[in-house]
Every structure is written in C-alpha cells, then in structure tokens.
C-alpha cells in the first residue's frame, strides 16, 4: 500500500493502527509530535517533501482527534510554494485545519490573490477550492471581485468557473455586505444559459442564495430556471455523464425547484404552465423501483416538487394529489420514504389548509409514533402536534401520554411539553386540562418543566369552578405512594390554597391535609420546602376555629426551619410563625391568591426555542412569513390610508417643547374627572406574601409564533367584518354625538415621549396608557375608565398589528361598570425596525350612542431605543467599519424647522438618541449614539451625525449608520420625520375631524381608510 | 448546504472530517464523538437520517465505514444521501474498489477527491468522469514535478547552486 512516495507517513499510520490501547496511541503520536515540533524549529534543514509529509502526518494526527496547536504556519508557508505538488499540500492541509475565524489565513490572502488572478489554471483552482471552504471576512473584502470576474469570464475554462461560482456564493453567504451583487440579475440570467452542467450546477446554488435574500431582483431569471427544469426533465442534450441512474443530474433539478420556491408565484401564464408540465410529470411519472440509488434519486425531485406544488400553490388537483402521495408515502415499509412522508405532511399543515385530509391518517401517524426508529418517531410527534386541534385534540394527548410511559429519555422532555401545549390549547373542558397536566407529572415529572406546574396552577387559580376538583385531584394523588417532587409541589401548592373547598370529604379535614402533605417533607429537596410551608401557613388560615393541636404541629414546624440554613426557607418559616399569631388578620393576609393576569403561554415560547442557525433562511420559514405578512396587510390596507406614519399624510410630528404643557393639561384633566385620579398610581401594590408568587411568576416573552400566526390570520378575519361594520355605521350619528375631549393627536405625541398618560377621552371613557420598556419588548396597560354611573356595553378593543410588532392585547370585558376602571395588559415585542405603527380600534355603546374610534398606539421606533454612551475610542472604529450604504446612510435634509443647536440636542435626547458632546470637532455638528433592540437585530449600535449649517438652518446633513440596513434606514427617515416642520405647541390643535360635514360622509362611507384618517 | 462531512469507522475511528462551517476544533472533537455514538448505535434497517441539534445528519454505512454529512433541517435528505453515492462511487472508480484501508493510508486522495466534488458545502460536480478527469490531471502534474526533480539535469543544478 505504498502511498506516491510518501514512507513515512505511511509507516506512521501503521505504527497508529498498530497501537493496542487509546494509551499507546496517544503515546505514539506525542512522540511524533515531537518530532515535527523540532523539525519546525530548525526549518533551514528540511526539503520540500519534508514538509509536505510532516504536515499530512500533522492533519492525520488533527483527524483523529488530538490537538495541533502548532505547525499551522508550516501549512500556509506551503501555499507561497511555487511547484505544484507543495502547494496542493499547503492549500489542503490549511482548509482542513484551519476555520475562517484563524488569524494565520490572513497571511496567506495575498498569496491567495495572486494565484486567483495568475494565469495558471491549476493555481486558480486550488485557490478558489480554499476560498470557497473556508473563506471569511477578510477574503470577503480583498477577492471578491476578483472571483466574480472569472465566474463571467468567457476565457476561463468550466472547471475555473464552477469553482468561481461556489466561492462567491460562500463569500456571499458569509458576508452579504461585502460581497456586491448589484446588478447581477441579467448576468445570473446569462450564467442559468450555461451549457456546461458542472457550472450550472454550481451556478444554481450561487442563484439560490442570492434569491433566498432577494428574489425580488431575480424575476428575469425565473423563466430560465423553468427552462433548465424542462430540459431536464425531457432529458434533452444532456451529456450521458450527467445523468445518474439514468435521471438528468436530479441534483441540478432538486436546486432549481429550491430557487423557485423563494418566488412568491409564477405570474407569466406561459411559464407557468410549462412548470406545471414538469411538475406533474415528476409527480405522475417517479416509480418505486429496485434499484436503491435510483430510487433515492428519484425521489429527491419528488419530494422536492412536493414542496413547490404546494408554494405554489396549485390547482386543487395537484395539491390532492400531494396529499394522496404522502398519505402513501407515510404508510410504506421503506424507512427513508416514511420518514420524508411524515416530514412533508407536517410541512403542508404549515402552507396550506389539508387538515381534514390529513387527519384521515391518525391512525396510520399514530402508528409511527411507535415505529422502532427514533428519527421517525420524531417526525411523527412533531405531526401529530401540528395536526391536533380540537376535534382530535383528546385522542392524540392521550396517545401522547400512553407512549410517555415508553418513549426514550431523549424525548420524553419535547414530549410532555408539546402534550401540555396540547392540553392548554384545545382543552373540551378544563377538568381534562388538569387531568392531562396532572397525569404528565405523574408518569414523567423528571421531564416536565416547572413551566408547566406554574401554568395548571395559573389556569386553576384564574377558573373558580375549576379549584375544587383540582384540589380533590391533588389530594387522590398524594394517596399515591412514592409520587414525584414535582406533583408534591403542585399538589401542596392547590391543597394549600383550595383544600378547604373539600373540607367536607372523608380524608379532607385540614389536620389530615396537613399530616399527608407533611409525610412528603423528609423527601423532598430545598426548593420544595418553601412551597410545603407556604401550605402549611394556608392550611393554618383556613382552619376557623383554629384548632390548637394542628396550630402547634405547624408552629413546631416553623420553629424548626427557622434555624434552617437555607434563608428562603429561614425566612419563609420565621415570617409564617410570627404571621401566625396575628389571630384574625391571618385570614386577610393570607387570603387566596388574587387572579393570575391573563397571559400567553410560556410554554409555546419554550417549545420553539430550538432555532439553528442556518445558511439561508429556508423556502418554507419565509413563505409562512409572507403568508403572516400577507395575512396583515389585508388588514392593514384600510387603515394603511390613515396611519399617520405614512409620509403623504405626514403628520407625525412630536411637539417637542410643549411636552409640559401638555402634561399640565393631562393632569387637569385627570384631576377634573375624579374617576381617573389613580389612574398613574394605580400598579399593583406590592404584595406582602409575594413570596409565595414567587415560584409563580411566569416571565419572559409570552408569545410565540405558532400562537401569533393563527392570531394573525383571525385577526385579519376579525378586523375585516369591523371594518366592514364600521362602513356600515351611519358616520353621522357617530360624528356628532360624542366628541373626544382635548386633541387626540396631541396626547399620541406626547405618548410617544413618556411612558404614562391619557390616550384618549371623551365624555365618557377615559383610556390612559402606562407603559414598561425593556429591550426589544414591552409591556403597556390600558385604562379603561368609564366616567358616568351607568355602565359602558358592548365595549370592543381590537389590535390592528403592523407587521414588524407582534402584540397580544389580553382580553378587554364587553361592560365596565359605572365609575370603574379596567386594565387590559397588552405585550409588545418588535421584531424588526419598522416606523408602522400599531392602531388600537375601540369601540362601545353607551345608551344609543355608538362609538368607535381608532387610536395610534405609541410603540413607536424610539421606545425600542436606549441611549448609550460612546467613547471616541469606541465611536471612530465602529463609524468607519460601517462603510457607505446600505448599512450607512447619508441625506441632505431641507425644510427643516429652524431650531437653536442645543433645542435639537434636546431633542434628540428626549428620543432616546444620546448626543455624545466633543466627538464632532465641529461645534455646529452633532453625534448621536443610541441601541436598537428587536427580534431580528437583537441589540444594535447606531450613529448618528448631523451637520448643520448655521446660515441656513432650514436644511441640514444627515447620516445614519448601524449594522443592518433596514434599521439604518428606518432610523434614518424617523429621525427626518421629527426634524421637519414640527408642529410648536402654538399651532391651534388639528381639527378634530369628527366635526367633518356631513357631505362627506358617503366618500368617507366608501372609503374605510379615509375614515379612518378622519377619525384620526 | 453541506456542513460537514464524516468518515467514521464502525469502531468510531475518524478516517476523514470536512467542515464547511467553523468549528473551533474543541467543538469539532466534540461533534465527532456525540455523533459517532449517535450513529454507530443505530440498527440496520433503520431511516438514513438522524435529527440532531437542529441539524440533520444523512449518514449511509458502506461495509465498515459509515459516510456522514450534516445539513440544515430543511434540506433535501434524499439528494444528499445520493451525494453521499456518488462520492462513494467515484472513490471506488479511483481505487478499484475501495476498502477501508485505502481510505486510511490515502486519506490524502480521499480530500483530493471531496475537493472536486463539494466546495462550500455545495455539490461542485456532477459527472462522475470529469472528476475522474480533474484528479488524473492533478495525479499527472505531481508525477511530472517528481521526475523533474529526480532528472539528472535537475540533481546536477541543485548541488551546484
């Protein structure tokens, strides 16, 4: 086995392979290390061959798992060799060793550039195979253009050009930014012409990164891509050694269908039917056969134009006809087939409405849920999970909990989370929720989350009906012998607070209670403690009369942990027994939990966490997204006409000085009506046994996309029959009867600079606002105050969501009663830059009055920001690195409203913009530095420079720079927004539009948007 | 795209490693072993993939060695197992019949190889003969640059330098 020359190695590798143990190995190779260490060190003495055997011997060692933590430099010094069979040993070795992120590379970039634009072929090659494997930032900058020279140079030979093709997409994929793709598209058109099927091939995957992030600019190329699927599929000119197993490359068909997935639709009617030909003739004509290879090949098209039948969305025929193939595919022997079946049939729930034909195949689903492959299994949970609703909801928790009993360690958490999902979701009735919940803890309680105690407990605490069968069914669990922590401190925690609804029972009487739940203390661990004194101290409360030997049982227990070590519990059992001995205050101190706010699950948040981080966001990721986006601007279209932030209405301009003024004015007007007084003080107090929330308070991020998509599609189907009933409404009786008080507008603007204040009023309602902002998500409550002694009916709030925000507005009562307040939480979390802005429709009856009016709600841009400080040693650095647009904008803006230098720093200051004094030499410039936060950018400098000209204050140089163009750009146009003519706080206020004559009521009529505006 | 690409011997043994995405190379230690006792322990007539970390792993055995690659969860599994195939299939075409052991004592070739058909994790190459082609021309280029260097012309030049 003597290897090109090369004995040493290969004596090497037999000497390893010969080793007996780990130890004598690990043994054989330091002792090699060693000596290529010092072979290194005196590099004058060593040949050519040397080192190219010595690095070999360095990534054989590397491969099998030991460190390398020298010679890398050998390696790269190998690629600046001038013969060939060095520098293929130094171009392999390096990209093997070696990731973008080493150091080492950049000495080799120069080298690198020279061989890429040298003349010799087998040079460019090895260069461009380094690049295209692990080329980084700094190759990014310095090759690019290079690379994309010879991709559409007509000189260069296939075998150059396949390679260029790869390398820039990886240069393009790493580094959008850097790599620049203008006008690419009619040169991508031209590279989808090849006739060479190596380079086509590659040239495909270059075109379905550059679609992934922009189709938009790529429309010219579709008809070629349809183009290259027929020719394929009619397997014409296609050299014999492109096909395999006798298909035409199906790699190069897989691709193409993958590009055509990131269009929305195939609009030319011409095009579309000739992919449909293919389609349908992939989808009629792909057989089972024998051979294995070309059945996976075959397949692979198929599958993959089951996915873009079902983007596109097609005739019915060709969707049923999917369905029906899956439904075959999740039903054959072959592991592979049934694994994809169940894959695709979760992916089709995603895209298009098939339940009712999938659910014909439970049984066959369930089936798979105890097929031996793991793999499968899990394809099979995730599609019963998609699948569930409440139809079949039942059956398939159930299902689920019988197969916890079995299932694997590895699944078992995914599985009791996605169940109690389930359970919560699409409960019949509430007893079966606890029923599910309780039976999960039961069977797996290792698996299940705290997350899931803490949200039987909340739905048990928010539904009276519900706490005494939850308190029976705690009780019939302790019976249990040997039951897990977990159900001890659920259980524990609903006796605690409801066993005395079952004071009656046989085995119920708070002393027995208390001697069941105190037969667990011995067994359970610090944590659970607290939670069993906190019952204990409850039982206490609850037993009226008191009875004396169950009240020194219990103080006998606090006596004792109140030397415990741990000071929760300390505390907890020092605080309890001097509770105690309040006598009759106990009851009111300790009385039953108040209702839990209502709150999206965190559970659904948690199961989704999972996110990998992935080339190029999948076809199927983006296409639920556009159907979501899709989805709101149904919605969005009427009112889009009258939400201010459009720039032709353009009248979102914050009044930046007369903030004080106007909150003079708010509190007049809270004052004026005493009903509002509390209305800034009225937080939650805290409480004094907030402790015993503590193992209670679910935080974090309660939504979940999952939720939120289906939110938004009702959502749309919601505001659509408002607005249609708005239409409907005779706009007259609303114009006249009821006014709002003060100017609408304005209270919006000077929400947009504070946290708290009045959103609306009239002489009816008062809405006030009181708002918490923490990184990208917030949470505001809404006030809804009726000011008259009779009540408000048919009160209505509806959230109108712009795209970039998701919001969950917890539900608002349909009555207020007379001189009450509700308060309806509503959480934010901006997932992405944008300027739209969300729009609260409100709407209620009072006598014959119906009112309906639509509020602009101020979770604008700015609230997302928190003013940082820069340092010029932080600021230079970073203000350079983002070089020129997209990610730094620069604009020339006129028709500024003349303010003094310091007004304009105020108020950019009172937006959260930070001006940095001393950075900008210039005295007549100024700095800002401030964090973005959202979903999308997480958190993200931006600066911020404007340069006035103090002889014309009317017009001023902007420039705006961060790490992601949108926000550069968003930012930019909303700090433009607050420059120009802003309305100072003498304008007389807009007019209040309500007073609009009447004649125009039938245009308003027609028209939902300009209502809108009008009511605006 | 193609993340990585593992060779692992039924033992566990690492006979090729490709990444595609930096991993630091304690990372890349890590991933070897978490996957080698994924996949070792997986039974015969079982899928040719396996979910792991949000990734997806297709892997196919061929006699003692089990060939790896890691994709996105959303890519096509079954195009990549033929990748797998056909990498295979061109090895067999170089070595004649490949066997472990060529793969162990030429694990130089093996990346030659995997170079002309993957680049950045994509496929680079269809054609199993214009491989077959492109490593030839290389084979011959290094022949040449060792004739060249043991011709006596070239012997005499050197020790007179």
Known sequence: MALSGMRGLSVFISDIRNCQNKELERLRVDKELGHIRTRFKNEKGLTPYEKKKYVWKMLYIYMLGYDVDFGHMEAVSLISAPKYPEKQVGYIVTSSLLNENHDFLRLAINTVRNDIIGRNE?????????????????????????????????????????????????????????????????????????????????????????????????????????????????????????????????????????????????????????????????LMGTDVVKNVNKNNASHAVLFEALALVMHLDAEKEMMSQCVALLGKFIAVREPN??????????????????????????????????????????????????????SNAKDIVEELLQYLATADFAMREELSLKAAILAEKFAPDLSWYVDVILQLIDKAGDFVSDDIWFRVVQFVTNNEDLQPYAALKAREYLDKPAIHETMVKVSAYLLGEYSHLLARRPGCSPKEIFAIIHEKLPTVSTPTVPILLSTYAKILMHSQPPDPELQTQIWAVFSKYESCIDVEIQQRAAEYFALSRKGA???????????????????????????????????????????????????????????????????????????????????????????????????PSPDLL???????????????????????????????TAVDALALATVGDQANTVQPIGNVAEKFYALCLKDSGILYEDPYVQIGIKAEWRSHQGRLVLFLGNKNTA?????????????????????????????????????????????????????????????????????????????????????????????????????????????????????????????????????????????????????????????????????????????????????????????????????????????????????????????????? | MIHFV??????????????????????????????????????????????????????????????????????????????????????????GSVCELDLIFNFHKAYYILDEILIAGELQESSKKAVARLIAAQDSLVEAAKEQANSVSYMISQATK
Request: contains cysteine; glycine residues 4%.
């Open chain 1, 791 to 1016: 009540p408000l009916v048919s009160v209505q709030a509806l959230m109108l969501a712009p795209s970039h925000l998701k919001l969950e507005l917890s539900e608002v009562p349909q009555i207020i009663p007379p001189r009450a307040q509700v308060q309806c939480p509503l959480e934010v979390v901006n997932l992405r830059p944008s300027r739209d802005l969300a729009v609260l429709e409100f709407s209620y009856k009072f006598g014959t009055d119906l009112v309906n009016v639509k509020l602009r709600v101020p979770a604008v841009l700015n609230k997302f920001l928190q003013p940082i400080p820069v340092s010029p040693e932080e600021f230079f650095p970073q203000w350079r690195s983002l070089s020129g647009p997209p990610l730094k904008l620069q604009e020339v803006v006129r028709g500024v409203r003349p303010m003094p230098l310091m007004e304009m720093a105020s108020l950019l200051n009172s937006y959260h913009l930070m001006v940095c004094p001393g950075l900008d030499p210039n005295t007549n410039n100024l700095v800002a530095s401030t964090t973005f936060f959202s979903e999308s950018t997480r958190a993200m400098l931006c600066l911020v420079r404007i340069e006035t000209d103090p002889a014309d204050r009317t017009q001023l140089r902007m420039t705006v720079a961060s790490g992601d163009p949108v926000l550069t750009y968003e930012l930019k146009e909303f700090i433009k927004e607050q420059l120009i003519s802003i309305p100072s706080a003498s304008l007389p206020p807009q007019p209040i539009t309500q007073q609009a004559p009447p004649s125009s009521s039938p245009i308003s009529q027609s028209d939902p948007g300009a209502m809108l505006a009008a009511l605006l």
């Open chain 1, 690 to 720: 907030a402790d015993l929330l503590s193992p209670l308070a679910i935080e974090g991020p309660p939504v979940a996309s999952l939720e939120s998509e289906q939110n938004a599609v009702t959502g749309s189907e919601d505001t659509a």
């Open chain 1, 122 to 282: 087998t040079f460019q090659c090895l260069a461009l195979t380094l690049v295209g494997n692990i080329g980084g930032r700094d190759f990014a900058e310095s090759l690019a253009p290079d690379v994309q020279k010879l991709l559409l140079s007509s000189s260069c030979r296939p075998l150059v050009r396949k390679k260029a093709a790869l390398c820039l997409l990886r240069l393009f994929r790493k580094n959008p930014d850097v790599v620049n793709v203008d006008g690419w598209s009619d040169r991508m058109a031209q590279l989808l012409d090849e006739r060479d099927i190596g380079v086509l091939t590659s040239s495909m995957s270059l075109f379905v990164a550059l679609v992934a992030r922009d189709y938009d600019s790529y429309w010219s190329c579709l008809p070629k891509c349809v183009k290259v699927l027929e020719r394929l599929a009619r397997n014409q000119d296609i050299p014999q050694e492109y096909t395999y197993y006798g298909i035409p490359s199906p790699w190069l068909q897989v691709k193409t269908m993958r590009a055509l997935q990131y269009f929305p639709t195939v609009e030319d009617p011409n095009t579309r039917r000739s992919l449909f030909e293919v389609l349908q003739r992939v």
């Open chain 1, 585 to 683: 205050a106990l009851v009111d101190i300790l009385a039953e939990m108040p209702k839990f706010p209502e709150r999206k699950s965190s559970l659904i948040k948690k199961a989704e966490d999972t996110e990998a981080d992935t080339a190029e966001q999948s076809a199927i990721k983006l296409r639920t997204q556009q159907q979501m986006s899709n989805a709101l601007t149904v919605t969005d279209q009427p009112p889009a006409n009258g939400i201010p932030s459009e720039p032709q209405l353009g009248p979102v301009k914050v009044p930046s000085m007369s903030n004080e003024s106007l909150n003079t004015k708010d509190q007049v007007l809270t004052q004026s009506n005493g009903s509002a007084t509390n209305l800034q003080t009225s937080t």
């Open chain 1, 337 to 390: 087939i049934r694994y994809l079946g169940l894959e695709n049939m979760t992916r089709m729930l995603m895209v298009t409405d098939v339940q009712e034909i999938i659910k014909r195949h439970q049984a066959q689903i369930i089936t798979s849920l105890k097929d031996p492959d793991i793999s499968i299994r899990r394809r099979a949970l995730d599609l019963l999970y998609g699948m569930c609703d409440v």
């Open chain 2, 6 to 95: 593992l060779l692992i011997s039924r033992q566990g043994k690492v006979r090729l490693t490709k990444w595609y995405s930096p991993y630091a190379q304690k990372e890349r230690t890590k991933v070897v072993r978490e996957l080698s006792g994924m996949i070792l322990s997986r039974g015969p007539k079982l899928c040719n993939f396996v979910e792991w970390r949000g990734f997806k792993v297709v892997y196919k055995r061929y006699a003692s060695l089990y060939f790896c690659m890691c994709v996105n969860e959303d890519d096509n599994e079954l195009e990549i197992l033929e990748i797998i195939h056909h990498f295979v299939e061109i090895l067999d075409r170089y070595f």
